[in-house]
């Protein structure tokens, strides 16, 4: 009876070990075909029955790696490349750029390069990775001086409850909010003040989206119009936000240029080419190689957010609050390591300045709603002979605030693009003459005339709204 059981017992672990054998060969055919996420529960559970195996560390790494779990990669890539695996290597120098850790990344391409010196395809592959190692490297050293007073980790299906933006920044909704008809995706729309001018994104993982634009007709929304060519490139364009000047236009895209995944984008609307501008992407630490969306602005209370999952669990995303600058300024240091941690945003205490009190502010963040709170003397506005207004409260219309408070962003345009015109003025009198800043001069004074006609526009139909309130009265 004991022999019986003996043979049942050793038939049982043969069939065992071989489901298991047939269990990591199917992880390894998974692992070539690129489905690392259905490899990478094999690969765990080898792990642990074999943690010296260098391939195991190997394949378990990149496959961490490969499902967006980088830090979690980290140590199996580093055994894998001490035991002299080669495909370690340019997946550890690939991390270590990710991490900013320059030097340790050209370690591992080098010996990447010595091992397949003979290959040619890798040895083009290598010479990607490097030229993306040297652009992150270059995005590091323009780190903007960004102050950022909180952070906040959430799940990605209610990122949106972190922007608490005042009514006069409009409002975010999730598309399908909107829509009811769209499919669940965590892409947003914007709706400005006036509740009459939404921007959204539309299209699908495969073609990629576009942003779009779609005006009030009365009771419902129409004239649905695709941004322009300048914003709508390759990739996907998603997640918008518009200033109250109604003319900047902050969004994300995975197009060319982007670090990795969504990457922030700036553009400013054109009066003169009735058109956008050619987009600009933020410096670090808006960007990263990974994820970064969402950027909104609250000008009355004078704070910012954006999202990123740098780093975060798969369903989750941080939220950081900041500090807006009036213009870019940029972290000046000659320590890399700081210039590093600053990019990562390694710790949001780090970009703090010295004796500052953020705690009213990240109170402010918080709040919901907040009652605009303009003080005596922001501006003078006539609105007939009897009434003159100084502050955005005085304005009984809202309608009326709204165009006001539009032919204010211009005004500010304004003031910048006739100081850049000054510049300019004085190299061409100074006898920096050429084509080119002649050019730029004229372009200049062109859009400037613009700009000053729709702000005066905007303020007639501001005082005509007023106007009509009072009488109605």
């Known amino acids: 009876m004991k022999r019986n059981n003996f043979f049942s017992i050793c038939i049982l672990m043969f069939f065992c070990f071989c489901a298991k054998a047939q269990t990591l060969d199917d992880a390894k055919s998974w692992y070539l075909e690129g489905r690392y996420a259905e490899a990478l529960p094999v690969f765990q559970t080898e792990y642990l029955n074999n943690p010296n195996n260098a391939s195991i560390n190997q394949w378990l790494g990149v496959s961490l790696y490969e499902t967006g779990r980088i830090l979690e990669a980290q140590k199996y890539l580093e055994f894998a490349s001490g035991r002299k695996i080669t495909d370690a290597y340019i997946y550890l120098g690939e991390l270590y750029a990710k991490l900013y ?57 209610d990122f949106l409850s972190a922007y608490n933006l005042s009514a006069s920044s409009g409002s975010l909704m999730p598309v399908q909010e909107f829509f009811p008809g769209r499919s669940m995706t965590d892409e947003t729309l914007y709706m400005n003040e006036r509740q009459d001018k939404i921007y959204y994104s539309e299209g699908d993982a495969v073609t990629g989206t576009d942003l779009y634009t779609m005006d009030k007709l009365l009771d419902t929304f129409g004239n649905e119009k695709r941004l322009p060519g300048t914003i709508n490139k390759e990739g996907s364009q998603a997640f918008p936000f518009v200033l109250s000047d109604g003319m900047t236009l ?224």
């Open 101 to 157: 850790r320059f030097e340790d990344a050209e370690k591992e391409f080098d010996k990447y390069q010595r091992a397949k010196r003979r290959d040619s395809e890798a040895l083009e592959i290598l010479d990607q990775k490097r030229a993306n190692a040297e652009r992150l490297q270059r995005a590091v050293n323009r780190t903007e001086d960004l102050q950022i007073i909180d952070s906040l980790v959430i799940l990605k299906s």
């Open 250 to 473: 902050y969004f994300a895209s995975t197009g060319e240029p982007s670090f990795g995944g969504y990457d922030l984008f700036v553009t400013r609307y054109n009066l003169a080419s009735d058109s956008y501008l050619n987009p600009n992407q933020l410096n670090m630490p808006f960007n990263s190689p990974f994820n970064d969306y969402m950027l909104a602005i609250d000008e009355e209370k004078g704070i910012g957010w954006f999202a990123s999952d740098r780093f975060q669990p798969a369903d989750s995303v941080c939220i950081y609050t900041f500090i807006p600058n009036p213009q870019v300024q940029l972290v000046e240091s000659e320590d890399a390591g700081y210039l590093a941690r600053r990019a990562r945003i390694s710790s949001i205490a780090d970009t703090w300045k010295e004796g500052a009190d953020y705690g009213p502010l990240r109170s402010l963040a918080q709040q919901k709603t907040v009652s605009r709170q303009e003080t005596a003397g922001d501006f003078t506005f006539v609105i007939n002979d009897r009434t003159t207004y100084h502050t955005l409260s005085d304005f009984r219309n809202d309608q009326a605030r709204s165009f006001f408070s539009q032919a204010l962003g211009y005004e500010k345009q304004l003031q910048a693009m006739n100081e850049e015109l000054s510049q300019k003025r004085d190299q061409y009198a100074g006898g920096a003459i050429n084509d080119a800043l002649a050019a730029s001069i004229l372009s200049l004074e062109k859009e400037s005339e613009s700009i000053f006609r729709e702000m005066e526009r905007l303020k007639m139909q501001a005082r005509n709204e007023e106007i009509r309130t009072q009488f109605n009265q």
